[in-house]
Nanobody
């Protein structure tokens, strides 16, 4: 079975930066869309960013501060987060649309905690 593993979360001061990574392992045929979501305490999960063949998309609150990218050689997707705010505190999840055995499904990582605080 395929597996997504996130890393790079932690505690950072307001205005600081973090880079999240998500690596896909296992047997698969291809990967299509890749994205990041987040869930803050007491809130619903929300879209952050994604990257597809046609370009990238961002949640309005992170535009100009976050950058999503991918490395096909490493089967990974990244989220560079700059100018972090306390409001960015959340568990961040990566997801990918992955084709295995001629079937395309959406897979999710286990999440990585990002805490922005002085």
């Amino acid at each position: 079975q395929v597996h997504l593993a996130e890393s790079g979360g932690g505690l950072v001061q307001p205005g600081g930066s973090l880079k999240l990574s998500c690596q896909l392992t296992g047997k698969f045929i291809s990967v299509n869309a890749m994205g990041w979501y987040r869930q803050a305490p007491g809130k619903q999960r929300e879209f952050v960013a994604n990257i597809i063949s046609g370009g990238t998309n961002y949640q309005n609150s992170v535009k100009g501060r976050f950058t999503i990218s991918r490395d096909n050689a490493r089967n990974s997707v990244y989220l560079q987060m700059n100018s972090l705010k306390p409001e960015d505190t959340a568990v961040y999840y990566c997801n990918m649309d992955i084709t295995t055995d001629a079937l395309t499904l959406t897979y999710w990582g286990q999440g990585t905690q990002v805490t922005v605080s002085s």
